[in-house]
């Protein structure tokens, strides 16, 4: 068949092109005769979800195609041709055929023979539709620094539900590839075979700053640091610029974050009626807001400004006895001598945190009247990690405590019936017919769109506590026993 195969496999989806636009359209069968409308207006939304899952086919087309094409390309290359110029003449063709420039091409050379030599459910997956050429990227960059019996556990964390401990909550195809790329971080640094404290020395010492012009006299000015500093400095200057906000303020926060950012590394010192802060960041600085208010015509010490620090320590990796890395609200793993860093400096305001040893889950928390403790919202913010709408990013300080079942409808304030949207989402909510779905302590609550469509928040990926090399399983029992005791008084 060849050719002629191809030609006609690619007239038949032409034409079914034809039949979908024209169904978008609304000039094809009526989706619901009892409501046209309505039902034009669900049946977009089937032929979005069918387009997504024939894409993700697609990509996994074209990666396959292009590894095929390189494999034959080199065998029936002249043999005095070098491998280097052969494989650029092999990317160029690519990118002329695919309209990519050498970069791109090359790069999508890389993650195909990626996903096609050492990614086999990634790849699968792609063909199945479950996932977008996007998440499969995530994938192949997360899995590069990895072993093979790493990369194989990586993807049957996301992609194998028989797994041992496999993700939980919204499937990995279900949600943005940047939110599947926080999560694959994470994962990667838990369980990367090499050492965090080494692989974060040797990140130490690549800090930099770098700058780079832009259009319309503009410019990029950005700093590659470790992430208690990064972190201390972003919730620094959120602080402020929300400090500087009101009625005779007309600057958005990105606008007042740069503008303090720009005072404060073209200045020093103290700084009267500006807003301009020293950028010294303390270890101890973690995610969450400052516990100082920022103003107009105040003065801004140089002093390291303390924030509110939730940062989960394992017993013993506190105790210097495992090299388990503890998690930093708001970023992820980070290396155990940061945390006993951030432990011993203290901040402002220190949440211990309290988990189940078994699991590595917080614990449920309550209250018989409305208001939401400081430590509630700490336990959600371990909980959720952020906004809990699908694709939200937002970890902000700024997301409001909300009840799922209202206070007057009988709902109680424990944890159980708390989420924490963004003011975006929590508007949403409230404006429109999206809907939180019920939460439990370890989970928190999905949604349900106005046409009834349920999308399923992200979970944590909560993991047993790493215990020392010769523990007794007696002692770990007692000690666990104990520790739970401890958590429940």
């Known amino acids: 068949m060849g050719k002629a195969a191809v030609a006609k496999a690619f007239g038949d989806i032409r034409a079914a092109l034809a039949v979908l636009n024209a169904e978008a359209d609304g000039a094809g069968e009526a ?31 074209k990666a396959k195609t292009a590894v095929k094409y390189a494999d034959t390309a080199s065998a029936v290359a002249p043999l005095d041709v070098p491998v280097v110029a052969q494989e ?108 965090i404290e080494k692989r974060h020395a040797k990140g130490l010492a690549d800090r930099r700053v770098e ?12 700093a590659y640091l470790p992430a208690d500093q990064a972190l201390a400095g ?29 005072a404060a590394i073209l200045s020093s010192g103290t700084t009267h009626g500006s807003g301009t802060c020293s950028t010294a960041a303390p270890a101890g600085a973690g995610p969450g807001g400052s516990g100082a208010t920022a103003g107009a015509g105040q003065d801004y010490p140089s002093s390291p400004v303390r924030a ?6 394992p017993v013993f990796s506190l105790l210097g006895l495992t090299d388990e890395p503890a998690v930093l609200d708001g970023f992820g793993p980070i290396p155990p001598s940061m945390a006993r860093a951030l432990v011993a400096d ?20 309550g209250r018989k009247s ?16 952020k906004c809990p709408f699908p694709g939200c990013s937002n970890t902000s300080l700024d997301n409001h405590a909300d009840h ?44 349900i769109s106005p046409t009834g469509r349920h999308y399923t928040s992200e979970h944590q990926d909560w993991e047993p506590t790493h215990w020392p090399p010769g523990s007794l399983p007696g002692a770990r029992s007692l000690l666990e026993e104990a520790l739970l005791q401890h958590l429940a008084s």
């Open 31 to 61: 989706f619901s005769e009892a409501d046209p409308l309505a039902g034009l207006a669900d049946g977009c939304l089937d032929i979005l979800a069918g387009a997504r899952q024939v894409e993700a086919g697609f990509a996994g087309l």
């Open 211 to 222: 700058y780079r012009p832009d259009q319309d006299g503009m410019a990029w000015l950005s």
């Open 88 to 195: 650029m003449a092999v990317a160029a063709e690519i990118g002329c055929v695919l309209a990519l420039g050498p970069r791109a091409a090359g790069s999508f050379l890389a993650t195909s023979h990626a996903l096609t030599s050492g990614l086999p459910r990634t790849l699968a997956a792609l063909f199945a539709g479950d996932l977008s050429w996007q998440h499969a990227v995530v994938m192949a960059d997360e899995a590069a620094t990895l072993d093979p019996a790493g990369a194989a556990a990586l993807e049957a964390h996301f992609l194998d539900p028989d797994a041992p401990d496999p993700a939980r909550g919204c499937p990995v195809g279900e949600m943005p590839a940047h939110r599947f790329r926080a999560k694959a971080r994470i994962w990667r640094e838990r369980h990367h075979a090499g050492s």
């Open 404 to 447: 799922i079942l209202a206070w007057h409808h009988g709902g109680s304030t424990g944890i159980s019936n708390l989420g924490q949207p963004c003011p975006k989402h929590h508007r949403l909510r409230h404006t429109t017919g999206w809907k939180p779905t019920p939460a439990t302590k370890n989970e928190p609550p999905g949604w």
């Open 308 to 313: 509110q620090v939730l940062v989960t320590v």
């Open 234 to 262: 972003w919730n620094r200057l959120t602080a402020i610029a929300r400090g500087l906000q009101g009625p005779d303020e007309p600057r958005t926060m990105p606008q007042l974050r740069a503008d303090k950012f720009a």
């Open 370 to 385: 409305y208001r939401v403790t400081g430590a509630m919202r700490a336990w959600l913010r371990m909980r959720d990690g």
């Open 346 to 365: 203290g901040a402002g305001s220190f949440y211990r945190v309290l988990v189940d040893p078994r699991d590595g889950a917080p614990l449920e928390i």
